[in-house]
């Protein structure tokens, strides 16, 4: 049976033709890209892989933000046998050359100009990178005489004779579904990176796996392809959306991300928790500011829709005539003219993972009538685990498995998974290999959780990141730090104390609702550095915190917290590329700032 991967542009060409496959912007403009174009696309950049002296299992390194000209790659390195490798836009030249080196990648494809000077670093310091392709217009190097623009590799793939194409076919046709299809490189809070290898029996099982479970979704759909390309989240989401036959538009800068949901107003978007902790904030930000009877008609809605969404659509009952009247009501009054302003006024299906996002905002957007979809998955897993059914879901969970998938909690509360998706190992790392499974084959999450009476996996903790204070208390940081984000001033956060007598906090506010506090409050301060150290902002984030904080127990709440003029960030060392917290790195860089805040 042929893979999915290698034959799907070729079936969907067939069944679609000219209808829009990709979107993208181009010059400030969106541009639509057929079914049609697509195909001829692949095919020439497939030609010109071959044409380059990519081989049959080779790897090739794909350094850059989303592009339309991603995916067109993956397909052109399917057509040949060849492995994509994706690396993020942000990596620092270590972080590439660890790859590159890793991998033995001989051809990378760059964003842009910044991207190409990265490479160029990685090439003078290794003996493995030989070309690079840029997708954007660059000035080359002076002693640069290999490196060629996106452009110019196409031509290379058009202008090929017959035998050479017939050379793609011939390893097309070769392709089974124990060939490697992609590398992830996960990026671990600890360690070094570990490439998972997905062969192509993972997407053959995974694709029909998330079509059965999505049953709702069809190729009248549309996504907004946001997160990285280089995750696993989006990979596999836009892999499945173009196996659905969805028009998916690519977004380029995450900065953008507002204005291209409105411009494009999908029905559905893979996202991360941040993202609707913000929307969250900015809601409830508007309706502090309401009058009484616009706020009280608000408050209304939302009971009502909790009622409607929550009550009865989410356990497949059926809605009371009146309720649903009321409900057509103040979705006409409120709830549209809000998702509007967002642009998801068509959104009928947001799949949300990476993170715990607070049930306490998954029940606000339910109540909206915005679709959340809470999922659990890795990248050795080829994403979906676990997520949330159409009937029967239960918030605070990360919904239930995903067919023929198997999950089972170890006695140490480990989540072990089984099943076709699950990677075949690390690339060349037969000892981490060994250790990521159990004796009878079962992958060992590193995540903790329990399955409820429903059937339905809760997360607790990751098992690296639990800690015990001094005084013999289990801490499960990410569920403190989860409530703490509903807090709209504050943007990040990593909880402290592990060995600790008590729990505290590094945190970085958002610094532009503070200076808004501060101009409200007469209060005289205006860089980062005097707003995080006024005696009357801190007082106010206590406060809130305090209330976050609400239902835990006493020695799980942040006794003292430091506010940090300065992000957490990629660059210097405190993120992963999945913007998680490395908290071994904060806590060595803020090891003066943490100890402070015990002395006393």
């Known amino acids: 049976m042929p893979n999915i991967l290698t034959t799907l542009i070729d079936k969907q060409t067939l069944k679609y033709g000219n209808r829009v496959a990709l979107s993208y912007k181009k010059h400030g403009a969106w541009q ?14 497939a030609n010109a892989l071959a044409a380059l002296g990519v081989n049959e299992t080779d790897n090739i390194a794909i350094f850059s933000a989303n592009r339309p000209e991603m995916p067109i790659v993956d397909f052109a390195a399917y ?54 392709v840029v997708f954007e217009d660059f000035k080359p190097d002076a ?15 058009a202008n090929t004779g017959a035998d050479l194409h017939h050379e793609v076919e011939e390893r097309r046709n070769r392709s089974s579904e124990s060939d490697t299809a992609i590398i992830i490189y996960t990026s671990g809070t600890t360690g070094e990176p570990k490439g998972a290898v997905l062969p192509h029996s993972c ?22 392809c946001f997160l990285p390309l280089s995750h696993i989240f989006e990979r596999a989401w836009t892999y499945f959306c173009l196996y659905m036959g969805m028009k998916v538009s690519i977004n380029h800068d995450p900065h953008d991300i507002q204005a291209t949901v409105r411009e494009c107003k999908p029905s559905c978007m893979c996202s991360v928790p941040r993202f609707w902790e913000k929307v ?22 939302l009971k009502v829709g909790r009622r409607r969404n929550l009550d009865y659509v989410r356990l497949g009952k059926r809605v009371p005539l009146l309720l649903a009247i009321e409900y057509r009501f103040f979705e006409h009054q409120v709830f549209t003219p809000m998702k509007r302003v967002i642009g998801i006024e068509n959104g009928r299906f947001f799949p949300t993972a990476g993170a715990a996002l607070s049930p306490k905002i998954v029940e606000f ?40 998938i198997q999950i089972k909690i170890s006695e140490d509360g480990e989540i072990l998974v089984k099943g076709p998706s699950v990677m075949s190992g690390y690339y060349k790392k037969p000892e981490a290999t060994a250790e990521a499974f159990t004796a009878d084959g079962w992958f060992r999450t590193g995540d903790a959780g329990y399955i409820d009476d429903s059937g339905a996996l809760v997360l607790t903790e990751r098992l690296k990141d639990l800690f015990k204070t001094s005084n013999g208390k289990y801490i499960a940081p990410q569920a403190i730090e989860s409530r703490l984000g509903e807090e709209k001033c504050i943007e990040q956060v990593a909880v402290i104390g592990d060995g600790r007598k008590f729990v505290s906090a590094l945190i970085v506010p958002d610094y532009a609702e503070l200076r808004k506090y501060a101009r409200e409050h007469g209060i005289a301060a205006d860089t ?30 942040i006794k003292r917290f430091t506010l940090l003029p300065e992000p957490f960030t990629m660059e210097s060392g405190e993120l992963t590329n999945t913007l998680k917290v490395k908290r071994r790195a904060v806590a060595e860089r803020y090891a003066d700032v943490i100890e402070s805040m015990y002395s006393y």
């Open 32 to 45: 639509d890209m057929s079914w049609n174009s697509l195909k001829e696309n692949v095919t020439e950049a």
């Open 79 to 132: 057509y040949n046998r060849a492995v994509p490798v994706s690396i993020y836009s942000t990596s620092s030249p270590e972080q590439v050359r660890y790859i590159i080196e890793d991998a033995s990648i001989r051809l990378i494809f760059v964003g842009n100009e910044e991207q190409y000077h990265v490479a160029r670093k990685v090439m003078a310091a290794t003996d493995v990178l030989k070309q690079i």
């Open 143 to 157: 002693d640069d005489e290999t490196s060629m623009t996106y452009a110019d590799f196409v031509k290379t793939g």
């Open 203 to 224: 997407f053959n099982a995974a694709l029909p796996i998330h079509r059965e479970r999505l049953s709702t979704l069809s190729d009248a759909d549309s996504s907004v």
């Open 280 to 301: 969250y904030a900015v809601v409830e930000e508007k309706m502090g500011k309401m009058s009484g009877i616009r706020r009280m008609i608000i408050r209304r809605a």
């Open 365 to 404: 957007l339910h109540s909206c009538g915005i679709n959340i979809i809470i999922g659990y998955g890795l990248s050795e897993t080829t994403a979906t685990v676990t997520c949330y059914p159409n009937v029967g879901y239960e918030i605070g969970s990360v919904g239930t498995v995903m067919p023929r």
């Open 528 to 557: 980062n550095e005097q707003l995080a150290a006024d005696p009357q902002i801190n007082a106010m984030l206590a406060a809130r915190i305090e209330k976050a904080e609400h239902g835990l127990a006493s020695f799980e709440r």
